[in-house]
């Protein structure tokens, strides 16, 4: 079982669209939580932290359920700018090593 | 100014040939890494450095050998290149050892032929 595992996609999405993507992930112990975004041939750039309460960051909102191992990201009017590749990241226990998911691609579409 | 660094942005090399890639960051983080992302996107940890001292080294061959002069330095020497090493290499940083939030080089692909 990968340690990080999302759906690739890709989705495709009218603007306006609300779409959610979820990442499960295999270590109990993990650490911390985070999405990132990746735009082709770009870097990655944090996107948001996620933590158990849910945190909200205008159009996007991230939730955490440690009891089932699984994150979530909720992006609700969907702009054409928000195409990119998510990725669900974790650190281990120790927070010293951060592991990536192979990330779900989303192209948004007038 | 750019907070992470990485030159060059290309590099196309022959089989066998030895290389470096190098990384700065301004930001004042006292841990940097090196990740590699495949062609199938999947970014893997390499290697990570707090204050120059290695902390993290993954299952990475041994022609790879990350050098950090300083804190604010982490290049990555490549020898005897392989078909398989090409990807594209990111250089990140973090504030702190716990790798709470890692900012991004604009990455390095590497072309082996």
């Known amino acids: 079982r990968k340690e990080v595992e999302q759906d690739p996609g890709p989705f495709n999405v009218p603007e306006g669209a609300t779409v959610a993507f979820n990442c499960t992930y295999s270590n109990s112990a993990s650490q911390s939580f985070f999405w990132y975004r990746q735009d082709c041939r770009k870097e990655p750039k944090l996107l948001m932290s996620v933590y158990s309460s849910g945190n909200e960051d205008g159009r996007f909102t991230a939730q955490l359920n440690r009891a089932s191992q699984y994150i979530s990201l909720l992006i609700r009017d969907s702009k054409l700018s928000d195409s990119a590749t998510y990725l669900c990241v974790v650190t281990d226990t120790g927070g010293f090593k951060t592991i990536f998911g192979a990330g779900t691609r989303l192209f948004v579409k007038a | 100014d750019t907070a992470v660094s990485q030159t060059p942005k290309y590099l196309v090399t022959q089989m066998g040939n030895d290389k470096s890639i190098k990384c700065e960051q301004n930001l004042g983080h006292d841990t940097m890494y090196w990740y590699k992302q495949d062609s199938k996107k999947f970014l893997k940890i390499m290697f990570s450095?707090?204050?120059?001292?290695?902390?993290i080294n993954e299952t990475v061959p041994n022609r790879f050998s990350p050098k950090s002069p300083d804190k604010a330095h982490l290049n990555l020497h490549i020898n005897s290149l392989e078909l398989g090493d090409s990807a594209v290499y990111f250089c990140?940083?973090?504030?702190?050892?716990?790798?709470?939030?890692?900012?991004f080089g604009s990455g390095t692909q590497l072309s082996v032929l």
């Open positions: 450095y707090n204050n120059k001292e290695l902390i």
């Open positions: 990140a940083s973090s504030q702190g050892a716990t790798n709470e939030k890692l900012f």
